[in-house]
């Protein structure tokens, strides 16, 4: 499962209506459908429920009916297939995460911010299994205000320990409040991540001016373990907390409102406000913010995370356990609260209400509210490091020449120079390109072999391929078998015996073939296997029409920027690359001037070359940009440009790991089926242009 995240944004608007906004991972917006607010059809099921979860009395089928009830007064018919639709193509297909946002007033629809949403189920009527929107742990629930403003990252300075205060209020004269699990724990991986974690001395009893002191110190958590309740003695429907007061030797309640306890933050605003307290996260249904936990949130604190519910203790403590070694690790701090929910929903069978109990009211867009400054620069590099050096070491097959064969062995580029292209070079002598038709092409076909990462020597292959006949669409994939075998014929001829060679399939092609499905060809009757499917190391596309002699001028660029690439492979910004949804609305002209300013490396063109209108493939040959993806789909209603885009950026980060674009093609290839028609898979053409890999002599090259 990838580390992006889509996002689904639930706007309840009024007491009618709701508004859906749709993202995908680069927040490129994916639409805005809405719907009718269903509550009034509902609401004597709901509140039924409501009244038997309050007495922690829900049975499993029960609790179903609940979160089924308030998933159909949110999304009626229309809204719920549009979220099963997008569930299943982000979370299924694509295997990526999904956020869920819930956007309610609470000044103006304040009973229905109070309803438990953490509850939400896709009913089982529509057969997807059961999936809980508040436990999922592909899916983030929570709860965001539109007119928040988003919090910043908080950047640890470096050497900079993560600060936890733990404040515990535990009055003689109320319940027991269990918190000895919680701290043993805190103490714990304080005392594991001694370098990254540090816990501040506990405060116990947690009084008004030992709270005061401990957040003098600033830190970036605060947890508080206590009473909480939303009654106070005269029955007035208001948050309330207990602190601790001392009365001669004895810790008696002192009991503050949700005004006065939010107040406390103003000295300090941590990071993450968590209210381990009874019933610290819930809401008036007749007053605005009558809940301690929207109050603190009102104080502009980015993450704020509390229970609806009173819970038992041993459940808060399963939450908080995994909820902070979720952030130890460097996870999200939703994600961190989803998988809590979960870990308490596993415990508890689904049975009750204490897996919904746990709310997280967020700031933070994309839930990474931690960043150590060191950190940052590392994450940039770490995974395309440990991808060459894993590649390296793990499967190197062979190595041709001496140790000049890799020139810059650090910083390898998309084609790494570890392998050897077969280039089929196809020109066609007629208009139509259709299988089992009689179209006609002309077959070149040579290796090119690495002696450095500058220099090749061709091979030409001239039996498979008669350079004085045509071939049809049908033999030139009945002969691809034939022509690997005089491919290793020529290679074992070349190289040691002891030694095996990855190839990489090239197909050099004419403007008017770009889009030619030569990925989808075919290896031969024997095996039906897709060319763009198999074995080979890479199977990519390039133009032949950069190689012509009257492009000459433009060559220098074309080194230049795969030199570029090759360098910097492990560093190549985003701004080096062009979206397929960033050219949708630019011209020539516009993106002449982007690439003098970047550098431009790579583009995703949004639809088939051909049908390009405002952009067109020259600007990749008079700019050099090497690299390029695009759909070849013809149907007007399939868009592919997430797809496309995913593809290059995969991991949602400002640099991209381009060494792997060939192992991300290929696995897009491999998941298309019969049954997905519109998969991009199906659809994809990858161009990938090294300039040095082709042969200098003009024998080699026909038909310019």
């Known amino acids: 499962m990838s580390n992006s995240y889509y996002i689904y944004r639930i706007h309840l608007k009024n007491n009618h209506h709701v508004e859906i906004e749709k993202y995908d991972d680069a927040k490129k917006s994916l639409g805005r459908p809405s719907g009718d607010f269903c509550y009034q059809e509902k609401q004597q ?6 009244e038997v979860a309050s007495n922690h009395k829900l049975s499993a089928e029960e609790t179903c009916q609940l979160g089924e009830a308030l998933f159909n007064s949110l999304f ?24 869920i946002e819930l956007d309610i007033d609470e000044e103006e629809m304040p009973e229905f911010a109070a309803l438990p949403w953490e509850f939400l189920c896709i009913p089982k009527k529509i057969n997807q299994g059961t999936i809980w929107l508040g436990t999922d742990p592909n899916l983030v629930f929570s709860r965001r205000r539109a007119l928040w403003n988003s919090a910043k990252t908080i950047q640890l300075k470096p050497g900079e320990k993560l600060r936890i205060a733990l404040a515990i209020s535990a009055p003689e004269d109320e319940g027991p409040v269990e918190y000895a699990e ?3 724990y805190l103490e714990e991986l304080a005392k594991e991540q001694s370098e990254e974690i540090e816990l501040l001395p506990i405060i116990n009893p947690a009084t008004k001016v030992e709270i005061d002191k401990l957040l003098e110190r600033k830190p970036h958590i605060f947890h508080f373990i206590g009473h909480g309740r939303f009654e106070d003695k005269a029955g007035k429907k208001v948050g309330e907390i207990a602190l601790g007061r001392k009365v001669g030797k004895r810790i008696r309640a002192k009991w503050v409102n949700e005004n006065f306890f939010a107040g406390l933050f103003v000295r300090h605003r941590p990071g993450i406000v968590f209210l381990q307290a009874c019933e610290g996260g819930k809401q008036s249904a007749s007053e605005a913010f009558k809940g301690v936990a929207p109050k603190i949130v009102a104080q502009n604190i980015p993450v704020v995370v509390a229970m609806q519910y009173k819970v038992q203790n041993a459940t808060a403590n399963a939450f908080s356990a995994e909820f902070y070694g979720r952030l130890a690790k460097g996870e999200p701090v939703d994600v961190a609260a989803q998988n809590g929910r979960y870990r308490v929903a596993l415990e508890a069978d689904y049975l009750g209400n204490d897996f919904a109990a746990p709310v997280i009211f967020m700031r933070v867009e ?4 931690f960043q150590k400054e060191e950190v940052k620069e590392k994450i940039e590099s770490n995974d395309c490091l440990l991808s060459t050096f894993s590649k390296r070491n793990e499967n190197k097959k062979f190595d041709i020449t001496d140790s000049n064969l890799l020139e810059n062995q650090e910083n390898q580029s998309i084609d790494d120079n570890n392998y050897i292209y077969l280039a089929i070079d196809l020109k066609l002598e007629s208009t139509k390109i259709q299988k089992n038709d009689a179209d006609k092409f002309r077959v070149n076909t040579w290796l090119a072999i690495p002696e450095s990462s500058e220099q090749f020597r061709p091979i030409k292959l001239p039996k498979t391929f008669q350079a004085d006949r045509t071939y049809s669409q049908a033999e030139v994939e009945e002969n691809i078998m034939k022509l690997m075998e005089e491919c290793n014929e020529e290679l074992e001829n070349i190289l040691p015996p002891e030694k095996d060679w990855d190839i990489a ?16 060809w075919e290896y031969g009757i024997r095996t039906y296997e897709r060319i763009g499917c198999g074995n080979f190391i890479s199977v990519h596309i390039r133009s032949s029409q950069r190689l012509h002699i009257a492009y000459r001028h433009c060559c220098k660029s074309w080194k230049d920027k795969w030199k570029n690439l090759q360098r910097n492979i492990q560093k190549i910004n985003l701004s080096n690359y062009i979206l397929a949804c960033q050219c949708q609305n630019l011209d020539n002209n516009y993106l002449k001037n982007i690439d003098c300013q970047r550098n431009i490396l790579g583009i995703n063109f949004p639809f088939k070359l051909e049908e390009l209108e405002n952009i067109s493939y020259e600007l990749m040959i008079e700019t050099g940009i090497p690299i390029a993806l695009w759909s070849r789909c013809k149907q007007y209603n399939v868009n592919h440009l997430i797809d496309l885009d995913t593809l290059i950026n995969p991991d949602n980060d400002n640099v991209l790991n381009l060494q792997d674009l060939p192992k991300y093609v290929a696995k897009k290839r491999r998941e298309s089926h019969s049954s997905q028609p519109h998969h991009l898979g199906h659809h994809l053409c990858f161009l990938c242009e090294n300039p040095y890999n082709y042969p200098k002599k003009r024998q080699y090259k026909f038909g310019y």
């Open 76 to 99: 009626d018919s229309k809204l719920g297939q549009d979220f099963i639709n997008f569930y299943f193509q982000v979370v299924q297909e694509k295997e990526q995460k999904l956020r």
């Open 366 to 369: 994309n839930g990474y509210l």
């Open 505 to 520: 399939i090239e197909w050099v092609l004419p403007d008017n073939l770009l889009s030619l499905p030569v990925d989808c």
């Open 45 to 50: 099921e709901i509140q039924g429920l409501l």
């Open 182 to 184: 919680v701290q043993e």
